[in-house]
């Protein structure tokens, strides 16, 4: 079945390391998406990319990176400049536009910072 | 600028009454479709109804109906016989059609449904 993997689906962080969060996907989207969800909150974007090796910062891409060399692959980065990463990740892809077309998202990834 | 606004952050809800979730929305673009997901505690986020902004009739999909007013730009989530297992967050969205616009998202409702 087609679908987005993100591992690990908790993850915890030194302070002043940085780390990689996972978020594959095989339904052949184009678009990918990395949100940030604070407890009790709503989602904000982090960072996405619509075609391969192009992404565009979102709403907070400070303290965070990602590459996009593959369609299938869009992992995030939380560096050590993120001074307040704990959080819960989700990863979404999409074609690139298309109001009745929404998002598929992962299962998210719990960030804790220790 | 395109904006969501959902006004309840938290609902209280006997099971199964009906309930309704309100979601109004702001944009100028004529086309444009609206979401609804739904976010268990465990986080992910499923796909309830959709709503395009050229569709006459208001989307139905087993239990979920979307009750679009769009004079009103108003797209409420109502769910029938509510159940226990419908205790969630509830994030209402919308994406404009040939833009590459992200999906915008409201700040969500916390449906508590009670036995």
């Known amino acids: 079945d087609g679908g987005i993997t993100q591992s690990p689906k908790y993850l915890f962080r030194k302070e002043g390391q940085n780390v990689t969060l996972s978020c594959e996907q095989n339904l052949n989207h184009d678009a990918m998406y990395w949100y940030r969800q604070d407890p009790g909150q709503g989602l904000r974007l982090i960072y996405y990319s619509q075609i391969v090796n192009d992404f565009q910062k979102g709403d907070i891409a400070e303290g965070y990176s990602v590459s996009r060399e593959k369609k299938e692959s869009f992992p995030l980065t939380v560096t050590s400049a993120q001074k307040n990463p704990t959080a819960f990740y989700l990863c979404?892809?999409?074609?690139?536009?298309?109001?009745?077309?929404?998002?598929?998202f992962g299962s998210g990834t719990r960030l804790t910072v220790v | 600028a395109q904006k969501i606004t959902q006004t309840q952050p938290g609902m209280f809800v006997q099971e199964k009454e009906a309930v309704t979730l309100d979601c109004t929305y702001d944009?100028?673009?004529?086309?444009?479709?609206l979401f609804w997901y739904k976010q268990p505690s465990s986080g992910e986020m499923i796909f309830l109804i959709y709503?395009?902004?050229?569709?006459?009739q208001n989307a139905t999909e087993g239990r979920y109906s979307l009750n679009f007013q769009k004079a009103r730009k108003s797209a409420n989530l109502v769910i029938s016989a509510s159940q226990l297992g419908d205790s969630a967050m509830y994030f209402c969205a919308m994406r404009l059609m040939n833009r590459d616009d992200k999906i915008i998202f409201g700040k969500g409702t916390r449906l508590h449904i009670l036995p």
């Open positions: 979404a892809s999409s074609i690139p536009t298309g109001a009745n077309y929404g998002y598929t």
């Open positions: 709503q395009g902004s050229y569709d006459q």
């Open positions: 944009t100028s673009d004529p086309s444009y479709g």
